[in-house]
C-alpha cells in the first residue's frame, strides 16, 4: 500500500491505496473552508497551522496500515509554500520511520489523475486545468509526457470565482457561491466582454472580466447580484470555450478531460459537453468529491510512480510554490 499525503492550500487530506488494485482503501480530508472564509480568501500562515494540527490527527487514523505500506507519497509542488512544508516533513519522518520510499508528487498530474481513482488510465487525451491556482490545456500521453499547450495570462478560472464572490460579500470559497446565485440569474443581462475574442492566441485572462465585473457590482444594488453572477459565469465559461474551439481546429479532440476544483461547476460542464459533440468525443469527469485537492489523487499517480521506481532522494525532496509541466 501506499500513503499519500495533500497539503498545497486549505485541505488536510492523506489516503491510503492499494497497490495491486488500485483500491482506495482509506481517504480523510478536513477542509479549512469556515476558518477562511471570514477572511474571503486563503491566508497561508494560518492554513500551515491548521495543517500542522490536522495531518497528525488523520495520520493517527492510519497506523493499522503501517505495517503493509510499501511507500509514501507527497504533494511537493505546485502551491503554498508554508503549508506544502507540513506535509513534505511529515512524509519525510514516516520515509525515515518506517525504511519505506518517498515519492514527491507534482499536485497537476494530481489532477489529472483524478480522473482514474480506482480505475484504469485512459490516454491519450486532452484535458482542461480549472482550479483557484490555474487554468490550463494539457495533452497527456502518458504519466511522463504531458504538454501544457495553453495557461491563463493571469487570474485563473476558479480565482476569478473566488474573487467576484468577495466583491459580492458572499464568502470563500466562491465557485459554489457564484453558481448558486447564478441560478436565478439573467445570463444575458450584462454584456461583459469575452476576454481575447479578437486575439489569435490561444491563451486565458481572467483580469479584465474581473475588473468589469467590479464595475457592475458598484453600480448595482444586491437583488441585481444575481444577474451580475449569471452574467460572469456565462462569460467566463464561453471564454473558455472560444479558445478551446479554436485548439480543437489544429487538433481535434478524441477523449477530453476536465480537472480541478472549478471542475464541479455545473454550467461549464455542460457547455463542455456541447462544445465536444461536433467531435463525437468523449468526455472524462472526476467525481465530484475528488474535484477539489484530495489525497487520493495523489495516490492514485503515486501507484504509477512506485511501478516505474520514481523515488525521491530524501536529501532533495523540497517544496516548491511554483512548477510547470
Known sequence: MILSIESSCDDSAIAITELKTKKLLFHKKISQELEHSVYGG??????????????????EECRPYFDKLKAVAVTSTPGL????????????????ALDIPLIGVNHLVGHIYSLFIEKQTQFPCTVLLVSGGHTQVMQVNSLTDIDTVA????????ESFDKVAKMMGLGYPGGPLI???????DRLKHNFTIPL???????????GLKNAVRLAVLDSKEEDYKDIAAS???????HLTQKLKKYFKKVPPKTFAIVGGASANLYLR???????????AKLLLSELKYCSDNAAMIGRVAVEMYE?????????????????L
Open 308 to 324: 516505474k521506481k520514481m523515488f525521491s532522494a530524501l536529501e532533495s525532496l523540497s517544496s516548491s510554490a511554483r512548477s510547470s
Open 42 to 59: 486563503v491566508v497561508p500562515e494560518l492554513a500551515a497551522r491548521l495543517h500542522a494540527e490536522a495531518l497528525p490527527k488523520i495520520l
Open 197 to 207: 475574442s479578437q486575439s489569435p492566441l490561444i491563451a486565458f485572462s481572467y483580469s
Open 81 to 96: 509554500a508554508v503549508t506544502l512544508v507540513e506535509g513534505v516533513t511529515m512524509a519525510k519522518a514516516i520515509s525515515v
Open 179 to 185: 453558481q448558486e446565485l447564478a441560478k436565478d440569474g
Open 232 to 238: 460572469f459565469e456565462h462569460i467566463a465559461t464561453m
Open 151 to 158: 495557461k491563463s495570462m493571469d487570474d485563473s478560472f476558479g
Open 270 to 280: 455542460s457547455k463542455i459537453e456541447e462544445l465536444l459533440k461536433p467531435y463525437d
